[in-house]
């Protein structure tokens, strides 16, 4: 039972150093940007996140409902 949970350890332990070895090594290294917003073909498309497109949305309905009263 014990080895079971050194081993898993173990193995997560290197998992993490390998995923990280690029930031941890490279000077400024950091995480891809995986988000929408931050992939430049994405936006030459006009693809934009569904929480901004609804924001915008929102923000839109707003100001024509100002405008109306």
Excluded at 21 to 41: D, E, M, V
Aim: glycine share 8%; proline share 1%.
């Amino acid at each position: 039972m014990l080895a079971t949970i050194i081993i898993t350890f173990c193995i997560i332990a290197i998992s993490v150093i390998l995923l990280g070895i690029k930031i941890l090594l490279k000077k400024g290294g950091r995480f891809p940007q995986t988000h929408i917003s931050g992939n430049k073909a994405l936006r030459k498309k006009g693809i934009v996140c569904a929480k901004s497109m609804d924001r915008a949305e929102q923000k839109r309905l707003n100001l024509l409902e100002m405008i109306e009263s």
